[in-house]
Nanobody, 120 residues
Framework: QVQLQESGPGLVKPSQTLSLTCSVS??????????WSWIRQPPGKGLEWMGH???????YYSPSLKGRTSVSRDTSKNQFILRLSSVTPEDTAVYYC????????????WGRGNQVTVSP
């Protein structure tokens, strides 16, 4: 059974770097058929794709985040990690990790989400 679980702080101060980890079980993140994404949902707004890391370790990011995003992985722990630098209150959101099927680029498994609030 595939499971994804986000972990990280619930409160971050402005200008700091947010770091979240997604722990994956039931499948290796190096399996050829999947990408691994970070998505967020600010309060009252829709889902926003932030970036993903492929099974081979290549990364892709949303240009709207202006280079503040980094996704990496630890294959020994079967985890992938999001870092978002220079956060502001506008980065307050629920952050989700999810699996993407390469075949049709659909999301098929999600974590439960990690609420992050950016506040002094």
């Amino acid at each position: 059974q595939v499971q994804l679980q986000e972990s990280g702080p619930g409160l971050v101060k402005p200008s700091q770097t947010l770091s979240l980890t997604c722990s994956v079980s039931g499948v290796s993140i190096t399996t050829n058929y999947y990408y691994w994404s970070w998505i967020r949902q600010p309060p009252g707004k829709g889902l926003e794709w932030m970036g993903h890391i492929t099974y081979s370790g290549n990364t892709y990011y949303s240009p709207s985040l202006k280079g503040r995003t980094s996704v990496s992985r630890d294959t020994s722990k079967n985890q992938f990690i999001l870092r978002l630098s220079s956060v502001t209150p506008e980065d307050t959101a629920v952050y989700y990790c999810a699996r993407v099927r390469v075949a049709d680029l659909s999301y098929d498994y999600w974590g439960r989400g990690n609420q992050v609030t950016v506040s002094p």
